[in-house]
């Protein structure tokens, strides 16, 4: 015998459609974060645009491009809920990491402040920059110097970063609110 569909009258429905919310959800800031952690692995990120290939250095990287995804969710107020999402989670796979590199239980919290305001920092620094109309790649160059590219000098490395990351602010920028709240990110930033 088949079920009768639920209306939306039935006080079992609600909580039905929000547990299929999360889900979906849940699905599409999987694939967004994922896609994310992808723009990461880039080889010549850690060569030609010099962020240090260590843990420090990944955790570099990570932070740029939440940083700039976060930027391309500010344009949108639909995307605010979904931005809130990718920090959340972004903050859980930090945490998830020190655990796996052997940090103690009692550490973790420690740790993850000092990571978090880190992060923060990083975006204050680099939203400054890049709101320097007269010269945002200058300016997000020498915030960079010190953060995401710790060797001495590194003014080429900094250059060279600026750019990587106005060019994906930029993709960031053109791909639809739509295609965001659906979980695609990765064909409209393939390089």
Not at 30 to 40: D, G, K, M, N, S
Not at 141 to 146: D, K, N, Q, S, T
Not at 176 to 182: K, M, N, R, T, Y
């Amino acid at each position: 015998m088949a079920r009768p569909a639920q209306s939306a009258t039935d006080p079992g429905f609600g909580m039905l459609e929000s547990w299929r919310t999360r889900r979906r959800n849940r699905v599409i800031v999987a694939r967004l974060y994922e896609t994310l952690v992808t723009l990461t692995r880039r080889p010549d990120l850690y060569g030609d645009l010099g962020i240090a290939d260590t843990f420090s250095g990944r955790f570099e990287a990570l932070s740029i491009h939440v940083h700039l995804f976060l930027r391309r969710c500010r344009i949108d107020p639909a995307l605010a809920p979904l931005a809130q999402d990718i920090v959340d989670r972004f903050i859980s796979d930090v945490e998830d990491s020190i655990r796996e590199i052997g940090i103690g239980d009692q550490s973790v919290p420690k740790r993850m402040r000092g990571l978090t305001g880190v992060f923060y920092e990083r975006v204050a620094a680099y939203d400054a920059a890049l709101g320097d109309g007269a010269a945002p790649e200058a300016a997000l160059a020498e915030a960079l110097r010190g953060r995401a590219i710790e060797a001495p000098g590194g003014e080429d490395e900094s250059r060279r970063l600026a750019t990587y990351m106005r060019a994906v602010e930029e993709r960031f920028r053109a791909i639809p609110a739509d295609a965001i709240l659906q979980g695609r990110l990765e064909a409209e930033i393939a390089s």
